[in-house]
């Protein structure tokens, strides 16, 4: 009896502080995904293509590109060539959760597609309390954003036009979260190494290659950067951790 | 729906399945390994500060430092975001003002 009481407060105290984490998620997804639910509804497609839209594919800005792909009836080649060129960035995504995920089981699938990125910065630079379990929590944060972006379509196709507030710019809450959760992650590893050579790259990038393409050269560029300075920031590392 | 709906599954399918391939990739090709490779291990340590880094100037990339507004509102607005967050230290208030402030300057300062 105890331990069954134990049990149910331990995984609703895990289910709230995920809840509470995915708060600032909640905002950015819900208006992003009103945003694809109306295009959607505008191309002549109902709530169930959004349902299932977000419910599989869960992929913001793809989401967005692919409905002009839907109107002009694109060939499945070109669609997946450009879900390649959009989504590659989530390649390196992964590379930190490998041990993790693989011992999660039935979850295991799921934490892998839900990795979205909003998902993946909250769960890299996520600090996990005493009684809260981290792989429960990691996969209740993965899942109530998905809950967030699933609804946002939904509400788009059903009620995005009579919305009667202009939200424009809400959106900006994505660059704030990102924003705060690097200045977070700073003050926590004291490695600004990584930072630097991913910010540093990502200008370069961007004024080079312009904003529809910069993300993946932009990423290759920082790999490689990290590869050649291997030993370099391991050491600053022990030195800051000491 | 001015294309067949079976053309229209079809396209979903494989938006969903490319983005499944994407996510899935250091899975497939490192899940099953015994021990990670070292460089992976190091990869997955430092390449969160890297990529949150790239994902704030992929959040600001369309702004144009060449004519007016020169991305003053995004940029006032990250600054807001920066401050309140050292001074409140408290996710909710920063990213309340810092959005709030975006949402002002677009609508009066600096019209999109």
Known sequence: ?242 | MNIPVWDAVAIFAVTAIMTWITRALPFMVFGNKKELPRFINYLGKVLPGAIMATLVIYCLRSIDLTEFPFGLAELISVAVVVVVHLWRKNIFWSIAGGTLCYMILIRTIFPL
Not at chain 1, 9 to 18: E, L, N, W
Not at chain 1, 176 to 201: C, D, E, R, W, Y
């Open chain 1, 1 to 242: 009896m105890n331990v069954k009481v134990l049990g149910v407060s331990k995984i609703s105290k895990t289910a709230v502080f995920a809840f509470k984490k995915t708060i600032p998620i909640i905002f950015g997804y819900l208006f992003l995904g009103i945003g694809f639910g109306i295009m959607l509804q505008e191309a002549g497609y109902n709530a169930l293509w959004a349902l299932f839209g977000s419910l599989f594919i869960y992929a913001g800005s793809m989401q967005y590109f692919m409905v002009p792909l839907l109107v002009t009836g694109a060939s499945l080649l070109t669609v997946a060539i450009m879900t390649l060129l959009i989504n590659s960035r989530h390649i390196f995504y992964g590379l930190g959760f490998i041990d993790r995920y693989r011992r999660m089981g039935w979850k295991y699938p799921y934490m892998v597609m839900s990795l979205t990125d909003e998902t993946y910065v909250l769960l890299s630079t996520c600090k996990y309390p005493e009684g809260v379990d981290p792989d429960k929590a990691a996969f209740y944060i993965s899942l109530f954003n998905h809950c967030w972006w699933i609804s946002g379509s939904v509400l788009g196709v059903l009620i995005g036009t009579l919305i009667p507030f202009d939200l424009t710019g809400i959106d900006f809450c994505m660059t704030a979260l990102f924003v705060i959760l690097l200045i977070n992650h700073i003050k926590q590893v004291k490695a600004f190494t990584p930072v630097i050579i991913g910010l540093i790259s990502a200008i370069l990038f961007l004024l080079i290659m312009g904003p529809d393409n910069f993300i993946m050269p932009s990423l290759c560029f920082t790999v490689l950067l990290l590869a050649l300075l291997k030993g370099r920031i391991e050491t600053v590392k022990e030195v800051s951790a000491s």
